[in-house]
């Protein structure tokens, strides 16, 4: 099992342009989220999924749009970068456990993705 | 609405003495914690987590924490420091037993960066 992935690594882009984050889990699991850490900040959620053809927006979404088209992958896009975008951002799954409660298992993180944006 | 403080930014301890970073939360439901390490230029490791079953709850690579609800705190602590510990905690709460509202949604602390010296 790989986990989760993502794709690219690093990128570097100039205010203006667009990109897309691929996010890719092979744990066929239902809930899946972007964050972007900045330092001092810990990880802010952006977006998140709850299951194939669904998105809903976290903390702080704006700027950023999302597709969940197949549950194993969950993109996200910055349509016009800005200097405030650049980050690490950090793609996550989990699956919400069985029985009672509503707890929720802990949530695997894919390596990362830094952004610069100049 | 829920929120976690990391008490310390940053705690340096010498290799071989004890470790303790400090997290209180704020949950108007019963909280899922969990503890996640990120070492440099890293994604983030999950070290332990509770969700309502024994109050002191044993992670990975000696680690631990006990959930004190009076106190609201959840602190880690480990009692022999060693270099490989040098990294960043994240204490994080999820909200639980929502009836699946919570969509696992994780909140995260500031984060305390760990030094360990020889």
């Known amino acids: 099992n790989a986990g989760v992935t993502q794709t690219p690594k690093f990128r570097v882009l100039k205010t203006g342009q667009s990109m897309t984050l691929l996010c890719a889990q092979d744990m066929n699991h239902e809930y899946m989220y972007w964050y972007r850490q900045d330092p001092g900040m810990g990880l802010r959620l952006i977006h998140y999924s709850v299951g194939e053809g669904t998105t809903a927006k976290g903390e702080v979404p704006d700027g950023y749009n999302v597709s969940r088209l197949k549950k194993q992958n969950f993109l996200l896009g910055l349509e016009s970068a800005a200097p405030s975008q650049t980050s690490v951002y950090f793609c996550?799954?989990?699956?919400?456990?069985?029985?009672?409660?509503?707890?929720?298992?802990?949530?695997?993180f894919g390596p990362g993705t830094r952004l610069t944006v100049l | 609405a829920q929120s976690v403080t990391q008490l310390d930014s940053h705690v340096s301890v010498s290799e071989g003495t004890p470790v303790l970073l400090r997290c209180n939360y704020s949950s108007s439901y019963s909280p899922s914690l969990f503890w996640y390490v990120q070492h440099p230029n890293k994604g983030l490791q999950l070290l332990l987590k509770?969700?309502?079953?024994?109050?002191l709850v044993k992670g990975i690579n000696g680690f631990e924490a006990e959930f004190k609800k009076s106190e609201t705190s959840f602190h880690l602590t480990k009692p022999s420091a060693h270099m490989s510990d040098a990294a960043e905690y994240f204490c994080v709460v999820s909200p639980s037993g929502l009836g699946g509202t919570s969509y696992g949604k994780l909140t995260f602390g500031q984060g305390t960066i760990l030094t360990v010296h020889p």
């Open positions: 996550a799954s989990t699956q919400r456990t069985s029985g009672r409660g509503g707890h929720y298992n802990e949530q695997f």
């Open positions: 509770y969700t309502s079953a024994a109050t």
